[in-house]
């Protein structure tokens, strides 16, 4: 079936410093998302992205949407304590949502 | 209410057991969407409900698993005979479907523990 491969698996940086983290698939999606997880919380979506070679932004985060529609990254620049969390891609053709495995995040001060 | 709300928060349940976890939408969100998430795991896809479609159960583990969804709103998630692999975090999420986008916004989630 179709699946997401998101990389790193785990991050641990110096506050201050740029992160980036992607995800492939083998697939062709119309529809990507970036969704930030807290502990004991629901994910919460960062960034839609509907158009392949899309770049948006929203504050310190930027995600695009591969020009294959196989493959976006979400980059986070001037790392902050509370971006620590654990980051999920998505992506869906016909609505339905498949998410990758998540990258943890881990913000040293 | 503005949000995705499920019910219950935290549920411990005996082997065995038939547990049913519910999920109110939001309002006029026309799909709704059931996940799975172990402790440190993603988000295994478990059901999804569009509109009235059928819904597609492609990622549901078992035939233990059910899902409903009455009047195009609430919905039900239920285990019967629970296992204690069944043990994880149950996630809903809707979203506007069809035209509106795949924008999907979450609910707190119910964790179930079977004992």
């Known amino acids: 079936g179709q699946q997401l491969n998101q990389s790193p698996q785990s991050m641990f940086i110096q506050e201050g410093e740029d992160v980036s983290m992607n995800c492939t698939s083998s697939?062709?999606?119309?529809?990507w998302l970036w969704y930030k997880q807290d502990p004991g919380e629901g994910p919460v979506l960062l960034i839609a992205l509907y158009k392949a070679g899309e770049l948006t932004s929203n504050g310190r985060l930027t995600a695009q949407f591969g020009i294959t529609r196989k493959d976006s990254f979400l980059n986070i620049s001037a790392s902050i304590p509370s971006d620590v969390g654990i980051y999920f891609c998505?992506?869906?053709?016909?609505?339905?949502?498949?998410f990758g495995q998540g990258t943890t995040l881990q913000v040293k001060p | 209410g503005a949000g995705v709300s499920q019910s219950p928060s935290n549920k411990v349940t005996e082997k065995g057991k038939d547990v049913e976890l519910r999920c109110d939408p939001i309002?006029?969100?026309?799909?709704l969407y059931w996940y799975r998430q172990s402790l440190g795991q993603g988000l295994e896809f478990l059901i999804y409900f569009q509109g009235n479609s059928a819904p597609d159960k492609s990622g549901l583990p078992s035939d233990r698993f059910s899902a409903e969804r009455t009047g195009g709103s609430v919905s039900t998630l239920t285990i019967q005979r629970t296992q204690q692999e069944d043990s994880a975090v149950y996630l809903c999420?809707?979203?506007?479907?069809?035209?509106?986008?795949?924008?999907?916004?979450f609910g707190q989630g119910t964790r179930l523990t079977v004992v």
């Open positions: 697939s062709i999606f119309n529809t």
């Open positions: 309002s006029g969100h026309t799909a």
């Open positions: 999420a809707s979203s506007l479907g069809g035209q509106g986008g795949t924008e999907a916004f």
């Open positions: 998505a992506a869906s053709n016909t609505g339905k949502l498949i």
